[in-house]
T-cell receptor, first 112, second 115 residues
Framework: NAGVTQTPKFQVLKTGQSMTLQCAQDMNHNSMYWYRQDPGMGLRLIYYSASEGTTDKGEVPNGYNVSRLNKREFSLRLESAAPSQTSVYFC???????????FGPGTRLTVT | AQSVAQPEDQVNVAEGNPLTVKCTYSVSGNPYLFWYVQYPNRGLQFLLKYITGDNLVKGSYGFEAEFNKSQTSFHLKKPSALVSDSALYFCAVRAPRNAGNMLTFGGGTRLMVKP
């Protein structure tokens, strides 16, 4: 039981490049989330998927897209990376109505 | 809108002393409250939660938190701090009717426990 896994662990992009961050969970959770973590700002929700087949915007969705590929997988795509998207990205999942979220190890992204 | 405030960027405490990490919240309705801990270069780990019931909630690693509705606070406490407790702590809140289980996090408090 690996919990929540994320790939890659580190990534450096040039401005304008695109990439997809992958997330998978093996806990049979219905809900999945993407956050970004910036110094002094805690975690901010980018997008979430309450259940398979649905996605919704969070607090800071601009510049990102998501795909809930199936119940296990939830990917985050940056179509045209900008330096402001330099951050640490965390994926999380939770069971409906049990409230606590379980986090992956994070992806450290640098955009130059 | 829901919000969380962690008024201290850093808390310093000596090993063996009690520790408190403060959290206040704003939410419509009865809140669901959480504490998470983050060790360096790791994801967040769930510590404890308050949904309903006893105002004193016990969690992992000897931590506990007290829900105070009148003061809209949910402070994290531990009777005797360990050096290994040094980490970044986040408080989070969710409104009960918040679709998708969206959590709002505070900015985090760095706990430094000195030997």
């Amino acid at each position: 039981n690996a919990g929540v896994t994320q790939t890659p662990k580190f990534q450096v992009l040039k401005t304008g490049q695109s990439m997809t961050l992958q997330c998978a969970q093996d806990m049979n959770h219905n809900s999945m989330y993407w956050y970004r973590q910036d110094p002094g700002m805690g975690l901010r929700l980018i997008y979430y998927s309450a259940s398979e087949g649905t996605t919704d915007k969070g607090e800071v969705p601009n510049g990102y897209n998501v795909s809930r590929l199936n119940k296990r997988e939830f990917s985050l795509r940056l179509e045209s990376a900008a330096p402001s998207q330099t951050s640490v990205y965390f994926c999380a999942s939770s069971v409906d109505f049990s409230y606590e979220q379980y986090f992956g190890p994070g992806t450290r992204l640098t955009v130059t | 809108a829901q919000s969380v405030a962690q008024p201290e960027d850093q808390v310093n405490v000596a090993e063996g002393n009690p520790l408190t990490v403060k959290c206040t919240y704003s939410v419509s309705g009865n809140p669901y409250l959480f504490w998470y801990v983050q060790y360096p270069n790791r994801g967040l780990q769930f510590l404890l939660k308050y949904i309903t019931g006893d105002n004193l909630v016990k969690g992992s690693y000897g931590f506990e938190a007290e829900f105070n509705k009148s003061q809209t606070s949910f402070h994290l406490k531990k009777p005797s701090a360990l050096v290994s407790d040094s980490a970044l702590y986040f408080c989070a809140v969710r409104a009960p009717r918040n679709a998708g289980n969206m959590l709002t996090f505070g900015g985090g408090t760095r706990l430094m426990v000195k030997p």
